[in-house]
């Protein structure tokens, strides 16, 4: 499956965006999707998680109430919606695909990427 992330760009302190991800190649509903982050000299790491059902959203502590993925499989694309946005949220936004029984938290659970959006938020 090939993975296109959209939607990124700069944004000030408190405000929001959704940066999106559109799936080609497969059939999108076989996977669980992520998004993970990364910050300048700071390693990727998770953001949020959905079943490929669209059921049970996982997500990273410091972003549980401000962010909220979702999925529409029939339109092969995956979201997460970004509010309240701080300057530690800035970083580089890769959407993941898995199709392995579980969604995972780590990097290596994930072999199909998208190419990253920019988020940026500004003080």
């Known amino acids: 499956v090939q993975l296109q992330a959209s939607g990124g760009g700069l944004v000030q302190v408190g405000g929001s965006l959704r940066v999106s991800c559109t799936a080609s190649?497969?059939?999108?509903?076989?996977?669980?999707m992520a998004w993970f982050r990364q910050a300048p000299g700071k390693e990727r790491e998770f953001v949020a998680g959905?079943?490929?059902?669209?059921?049970?959203?996982t997500y990273k502590d410091s972003v549980k109430g401000r962010f909220t993925i979702s999925r529409a499989n029939a339109r092969n694309t995956a979201s997460l919606q970004m509010n309240n946005l701080n300057p530690e949220d800035t970083a580089i936004y890769y959407c993941?695909?898995?199709?392995?029984?579980?969604?995972?938290?780590?990097?290596?659970?994930?072999?199909?990427w998208g190419q990253g959006t920019l988020v940026t938020v500004s003080s």
């Open positions: 993941a695909a898995t199709s392995s029984i579980y969604v995972s938290r780590e990097t290596s659970g994930y072999y199909y």
């Open positions: 959905i079943r490929r059902d669209g059921n049970t959203p």
């Open positions: 190649g497969d059939r999108f509903g076989n996977y669980h």
